[in-house]
């Protein structure tokens, strides 16, 4: 088996926040106590990454993984724990370990930003020193999946969020990096940017083999694009394991979608309830954890002639609030 990527144990990075006290109406800060509070942003982490792995790392704000991505980046100094990634310590080789990453931060912009979006890219074949056949390569397949034509001589300063986003996850991939960090790279973006990011992030990941760490607020990121799901809350990670684990597991409910062939006054069936009807289509919704879709559709099966049916799954935003409101793990 091929070494982890990624390696994180006991990770810990606590910030002393000073105190600030109430007075005239506003906050303020004594400067001659200078009382503080430690802030355990990231409390004991411990997970391991396999090249070529897909993950979302969730979380609310303040959970603290943008301060996690930071330390893996290089950005922060953990207080505790260890934690290497292509086998280096981030911030001990931070030269070496840049080259072997990408990353981009949201709406932060790598590019310079009053130089044409391709000028900016070219600075980057020098500072990564890359040979020209294999910048040239890298560009010109980026330029086809993403779509950069239409503004590669437009300024940076010029460019639409999604447009600037999709120039900076070129820029973030030209020197082939092994290890991709993506924080909220679809945040604002309309759909048609969102679904065209998703496709490129995606077509790295299987046809390149590059491993991308994901952290996003919107779910639909991570139902289309990450098998494995982090979920980080108050510093301590809540779970590490399978999307479709953590359906099954904290998921609740799930729905069923009937299409009778002919209207019925009465369509109550055991084992679920009856959550919407119109006209000849039914939604039941039932437990998981008391009956099976199967058995469902056989009960419907036996009382009514059905021309459709469709199961649907919980979205995946109850499903994550359902952890976070109701502390369900086992610590």
């Known amino acids: 088996m091929e070494s982890p990527i990624v390696t994180v144990t006991d990770l810990q990075k606590h910030f002393k926040v000073f105190k600030t006290y109430q007075g005239a109406g506003s906050a303020f800060r004594n400067l ?9 942003a990231v409390d004991g982490v411990s997970f391991e990454i396999s090249p070529g ?9 303040g959970a603290g993984k943008s301060t996690t991505i930071k330390m893996l980046t290089g950005l922060l100094v953990p207080t505790g724990g260890e934690l290497q990634v292509n086998g280096l310590v981030p911030w001990r080789s931070r030269r070496k370990h840049v080259a072997g990453i990408g990353a981009v931060f949201g709406q932060r912009t790598s590019l310079w930003w009053d130089l044409p979006t391709v000028e900016s890219l070219e600075l980057l074949q020098y500072i990564y020193r890359l040979p020209a056949d294999r ?10 999946l993403l779509e950069l034509d239409p503004f590669l001589n437009t300024p940076v ?20 990096p092994p290890l ?7 945040i604002g973006l309309d759909v048609v940017a969102k679904e065209r990011i998703r496709q490129f ?3 790295i990941n299987r046809e390149r ?3 991308v760490i994901l952290t996003t607020h919107d779910l639909s990121d991570v139902e289309k694009l990450c098998q494995r799901v982090m979920i980080i809350d108050h510093g301590k990670l809540l779970y590490d394991g399978q999307l479709d684990t953590l359906r099954d597991r904290f998921g609740g409910q799930r729905e069923l979608v009937v299409d009778l062939a002919e209207a019925m006054d009465e369509v109550g069936i055991d084992g679920a309830r009856v959550v919407a ?39 995946i935003e109850d499903t994550v609030r359902r952890i976070y409101e109701e502390k369900l793990l086992e610590q």
């Open 277 to 315: 009807r119109e006209g000849q289509r039914v939604t039941y919704r039932f437990d998981r954890q008391t009956v099976t879709a199967s058995e469902l559709i056989g009960r419907i099966s036996s009382k009514y002639q059905v021309l459709d049916l469709q199961v649907r799954e919980p979205e």
């Open 209 to 211: 083999g590059t491993t």
């Open 157 to 176: 300063r010029s460019l639409s969020l999604g447009q600037r986003m999709r120039a900076d996850i070129c820029a973030a991939l030209l020197h082939d």
């Open 32 to 40: 001659f106590t200078r009382s503080f509070d430690w802030v355990r």
């Open 201 to 203: 992030i995606q077509h």
């Open 53 to 61: 792995e897909l993950v979302g790392y969730l979380g609310p704000n």
């Open 135 to 144: 910048f040239r390569r890298n560009l010109d397949e980026f330029r086809d």
């Open 180 to 186: 991709l960090f993506l924080d909220e790279p679809t």
